[in-house]
């Protein structure tokens, strides 16, 4: 009845604690089971040859959406005591592309590159290296971006309230957005599939 | 590492049903603690901890580490997106060694040297964590998280990740391809 | 139509069913609150327990310890805002409450002169689903009595004088006096400090996070 557990104090910080371990467990392992440990399938994405990345991506995050709404269409979860990370607008466009091109020169993202590094990858160990270091040098400039990280400040919104619409619109809209996306990601993948083999 | 197990590693899973997979560790993660999945946080709760232990000076003055060393009363790797990240590196191990899949080597493509792509591994490294801390979360904290919830920064975060990179992957196909 | 789903391949059958999902879901409304529902119960039960309030002493740790974890709600009127408020509070009046952009999934703590605002306050956003919303046990009036002007008495005992001191740093700290000896006796409270007195860290900000445990 009272989702989410913790926000209604089921259960204590220790045991919060052990249950991120498990859910890490779980991230980790489905992340490795896509092939999300190889930077080359992970990159491929980038140069249209295999859309796993797309695929895998909104599919969780069409898994996971539709069962938060479900859950509190039934009243079982309480969808405000989810936590929103707010809005910043400017800092979330920039570091979006910042962390777009990240991705591509270093082949990971954070959470990929433990996956590697967990199945031997010595590139994903020097990447979790650089991000020790990225984090580090933005500490250091921190005075001078602080401007760019509170810039745009909208507050926690979702796309519902932003576009004034009933959030289950959004959700179709969304299932519809990756349905087609999933079409058009088998279309893409045979075309150069196609191309490879003509040479 | 050094033996060489000769069975020969299994296919990735359909990415539909792995993407399934992921859905529902993330839903469990909505249901039990309120709150999604993460990767970049940890990082800077390390980054935090070390700094502090060579310069706690430093950090105190540091407007982005400080918080991850809060007031002292509880240690900053106690903290639940560094228990999650400890989890991740043990269930991707985990899934590795199940589809015989854990190999020591350097992902890249076949015109590139292993010391060039360690140099690129490292710079994006540098650069992603930057646009993480920048966005307030990665593609685990932001797009995937924020996705589910129809966050409107991270659907902007997210469309603003594959724009990046699709800029910039003409330029390092000597990389990949 | 047996055969034909049969005939479907896995991604298929889940795009169908993904599809029929979205679709229902367009009826969903999984509303932020705007869905009322009061279990009499389970308020009954939290009033019971204590559930329902915060101590001052409590909130001043809090205070103290930087917290931002919560938003503090002054429900009196601007003027007596302007004149004095528990630092880091907001002011928001009891009939501008509804409109205020508070956030259901956000501690809140509302507070007025005594109890009785704070706790018809309470009922009032329990209602409209602001599950984590507690109310300061005696108001301002008991922040003054014992956060700003704790009093010793003058037949006190070892444990309470150790206490009292400790009290005494607290009400420095928050810009009040504390009150020992003979003036205890006597019922009036000290000048209120000036607003600005309390040592809110600078720029004027919510104290920073104590830590960051949200986010990716």
Known sequence: MSAPLFKYGLFGDEASLLVAFAIGIGFGFFLERAGFGSARKLVAQFYLTDLAVFKVMFTAIVTAMLGLTYLAWMGALDLSLVYLVPTHWAAQVVGGLLLGAGFVIGGYCPGTSLAAMATGRVDGLVYVLGILAGTMSFAALFPVLRGLYLAGDAGAKTLPQLFHLPHGLVVFAVVLMALGGFYGAGVIEGRSRAGEERG | ?177 | MRWRWGSLSVNQKLGVGALGLGFVALFAQPGRGSVVTLDVKELATIIDTEGDHVTVGELAGWIVAGRSDYRLIDLRTDEEYAAYHIPNAENVTLTGLPDAPLERNEKIVLYSEGGIHGAQAWMLMRARGYASTYTLKGGLDQWKEDVLFPALAENATPAERARFERAAARARFFGGSPRSGAGVAIKALPDMPKVEAPAVPAGGAPAAPKKKKEGC
């Not at chain 2, 560094?82 to 899934?95: D, I, P, Q, T």
């Not at chain 2, 603003?160 to 800029?167: K, T």
Request: aromatic share 12%; net charge positive.
């Open chain 2, 1 to 177: 590492m050094a033996t060489t197990i000769p069975h020969r590693a299994q296919p990735y899973t359909n990415p539909y049903l792995a993407g399934i997979g992921l859905g529902l560790v993330l839903l469990a993660a909505f249901v039990t603690m309120g709150r999604g999945l993460g990767a970049s946080g940890a990082f800077s709760a390390f980054v935090a901890w070390v700094a502090n232990g060579v310069a706690p000076g430093y950090v105190a003055r540091s407007e982005y580490l400080s918080p991850y060393i809060g007031d002292g009363s509880s240690h900053p790797l106690k903290a639940w997106l560094v228990f999650e990240v400890v989890g991740v590196f043990a269930g991707a191990l985990l899934s590795g060694l199940l589809a015989g899949r854990v190999k020591r080597t350097i992902e890249k493509g076949p015109r590139v040297s292993n010391g060039v792509r360690l140099s690129l591994a490292f710079a994006g490294g540098m650069l992603m964590a930057i646009g993480a801390d920048l966005a307030r979360g990665c593609t685990s904290g932001q797009a995937l998280t924020g996705g589910a919830l129809l966050n409107a920064g991270s659907w902007a975060f997210m469309m603003c990740v594959f724009g990046g990179a699709y800029a910039v992957a003409w330029f390092l196909r000597r990389e990949w391809t």
